[in-house]
Structures are given as C-alpha cells and as structure tokens.
C-alpha cells in the first residue's frame, strides 16, 4: 500500500467515526429540548439524519467532479455566496433567530449563508493563490483578495456573527501564507484583523458583557444573564469527571445548558463519556487533519498548487472550528456561535463540511495517478 493510499484511511476512518459520534450526541443531547419544542423528542437526529443524507449525496457529486473544475468556477462560487450574504438583509427573506439574521428559510429548512461562504472562499482564494502565485508579493495582486475578505466580513459581522468572520479572517490569511506571501504581509495582515476584532467588541455591548463573563462566569451579576452559558457548560463539564456519566445520562441537557445539541454539544459529551471521551474525539479530529495535510503536501509536491492550498484550507477551517469551539465549553475563550464540526446539530455546517471532506478525497485520488 502506497503512502498516499493511505492517507485515504488517515480521512475516512475518522470522518466515519466523528460524524456517527456527532449523531449519537445529537440524539441524547436533544431528546428533552426536541420535546419541549416540537412533541417529538427525535426531531433534532431526525432531521440531523437528512442533513447528513443530503451531504452524503453532495459527497458522491464532489467524488466525480475534477478538481480542475472548481478552479474554473471559483468566481462563480464566490459570487453565489455574496448573493445569499446580501439576501439576508432583504426583507422577509432572512430569517432572525436570537437576535442574529444568519438564515434565509424555505418552509422548515435553513441554509445558513455564512456557512456556504467558507467553502466558496477556501475555493476561490485557493484559485486566486494559484493563479497568481508570482504576484503576490506586490501590493495590487495583495490586496484584491484582502478587499473580497473585508466585504464578505462586513457582510457577516453585520447579522452579527463575530465567530464565522474570525474562522474565515484566520483561514484565508492562513491559505495566503501557505501561498507564499512575506512574513511582513502576514504580520501586517494580522495585526490588522486583530485591531479590528479588538474594535468590534469593544463597541458591543453585548461583546463586552460576553467578556465580562468570560472572565467570571460565576459571579454574581452574570451568572444568571451573559455568564449563564459558560457557567453550566463548566459544571457539565466538571460533572462528567473522567469517566462520565453515561450515555444519555446528562443533567445539563435537561433545560439547564442553552444550545446543548449545538455549540456546547462538547460540555454534553464530556459530561457524558468523560474527559477519556473528550480525549478520544480531539485526537480523532487530530488524525483527520493529519491525512489531510498530507494530501495537501503531496499536492504541492507535485506541483498541483491550487489543490494543496484546498486541502490546507479545510484542514486550517476544520481545525480553527474544533479548536475554538472545544476552547468556549471550556471557558478559554467567550462565547460564540460556532458549531462544533461533524457533531454539532446544523443542517448547512454539516453538508458543506462533508463536501469539503469529498473534494480532498478527490484530489487524493488524482495524486495516485500523477
């Protein structure tokens, strides 16, 4: 067996195993909230059941699509995603759910447009990169994509969603170092976009309060309001000690921690198989984002830049998401809304995430035969 035939089981084994995670911690995590909300307490795995059959068919799409097409239609892409940004903002067309307008909905179904937005910039800034690999380092060819990023960002941070604008910031200044640009640009580039984050909390308040509590989530004055999250995801975690309580066994999910089947669905599987399981899922993420920075090598070793730059980019959003979701159950940063890949409840997060999953299976593929 070849190095690169085995990067395809470095990908699958744990792609399989996360997503059937991910299924198993909706299904407990949403039985009382599914309840509560719909008389159905397998609504939530039911339609998460769909979602994923849905991805399995955009993954059976990506398989057979040539890579060398998505370089083609990268403009395409990117254009359908500003349209649906913009579209959100049309009345009766975006949909508002906890004060945020992230959804634009047909009948029951969502698609969350910021989420379609990262595929299309992993694509587009890949292509761009590619195309312009020997310009890069002049300020005109440097600042085309930084304009295309600060316009979708303004589009996003305006639903307001800080935690997407930051994974897609930190995942095309990613893709543009990997691409070649100067240590100078890179520094530059991220000192900007952190003076902007640094702007754009200070002058939310809810952003302040959200700070305020991740300081403290305990204290008095924000334990019952912009702490409150944070506060029972800890005691869910702490809860959970090493071994868990069980499948199926939490106390938090039952009304106590909001968005439980969501982005704190980690506090609700931590409390249930233990940190031994909360170990067992980061290092099954960490093989996952080892094949695929391998394929991502390979790639660039044979000389097919706009495919390696893809695959560095899905592994840099996968790994961001993972990291910083995994950092707000556990109180190392604020809270944001940011699903946890493959196991989080979503219905767009999880099919373009398996469509991402696909197109790396693809470009690994064509390796073997170059």
Known sequence: MSSI????YLIIFPFIFLVLLGLVMISSASIFIAEAQTADPFHYISRQLLFVSVGLISMSIFLIIPSSFL????????????????????????????GSIRWIRFGSIG??????????????????????????????????????????????????DLGSTAIICLVVVAILFYAGISFFQFFLLSVLILLLGIAAISTSPMR???????MDPFDSEVVLGSGYQLANSLISIGQGGWTGLGLGNSFQKNFFLPE?????????????LGVIGGIVLIATYIILFFGITKVAINSINLGRIFQGLVCFGTMMLFASQSLFNIAVNIGLLPTKGLTLPFISYGGTSIIIMMSLVAIVLRINNENKLI
């Open 5 to 8: 035939d085995k990067n395809n």
């Open 71 to 98: 370089l083609k239609i990268d403009w395409l892409l990117i254009l359908i995603s500003i349209f649906l940004l913009i579209a959100l903002f049309i009345p009766d067309i975006g949909s508002s759910v906890n």
């Open 111 to 160: 698609i969350q447009p910021s989420e379609i937005c990262k595929f299309s910039l992993i694509i587009y800034i890949s292509g761009y990169c590619y195309r312009r690999s020997s310009e890069l380092y002049s300020l005109r060819n440097f600042l085309k994509p930084l304009t295309l990023l600060s316009i979708i960002s303004l589009l996003i941070m305006s639903q307001p």
């Open 208 to 214: 302040i309060a959200r700070m305020m509590a991740f």
């Open 260 to 272: 439980a089947h969501t982005d704190f669905i980690f506090a609700i599987l931590v409390e249930e």
